[in-house]
Nanobody, 119 residues
Framework: QVQLKESGGGLVQAGDSLRLSCVAS??????LGWFRQPPGKERERVAT????????YYANSVKGRFTISRDNAKNTVYLQMNNLQPEDTAVYYC??????????????WGQGTQVTVSS
């Protein structure tokens, strides 16, 4: 089991920056990441990072603006979001993917944090 607690959301203006944090407790996650769900749309993957931090994924829409990082000593994953735009408005969810055994992985989710970007 993994428990996730996000923080750092808020209301900002276009061009501003925010940093989201997510503290994980319980089993160590192989991959940590951020997903978001804009109003009226499906949840989408924003960025994920492997335990080693050597491998990271970014959605095309955030490349060059968002940076994901993790501090394994603190069991924390961060999402630095720069040059925010109104289309980034969404509820952002922290995700942990845990390896249990071959063909057995678990996905865990935080409660979500709202990010609203005004134009």
């Amino acid at each position: 089991q993994v428990q996730l607690k996000e923080s750092g959301g808020g209301l900002v203006q276009a061009g501003d920056s925010l940093r989201l944090s997510c503290v994980a407790s319980g089993r160590t996650a192989d991959t940590l990441g951020w997903f978001r769900q804009p109003p009226g749309k499906e949840r989408e993957r924003v960025a994920t990072i492997a335990f080693s931090s050597l491998s990271a994924y970014y959605a095309n829409s955030v490349k060059g603006r968002f940076t994901i990082s993790r501090d394994n000593a603190k069991n924390t994953v961060y999402l630095q979001m720069n040059n925010l735009q109104p289309e980034d408005t969404a509820v952002y969810y922290c995700n942990a993917n845990v390896y249990y055994s071959r063909n057995n992985r678990g996905d865990y989710w935080g409660q979500g944090t709202q990010v609203t970007v005004s134009s």
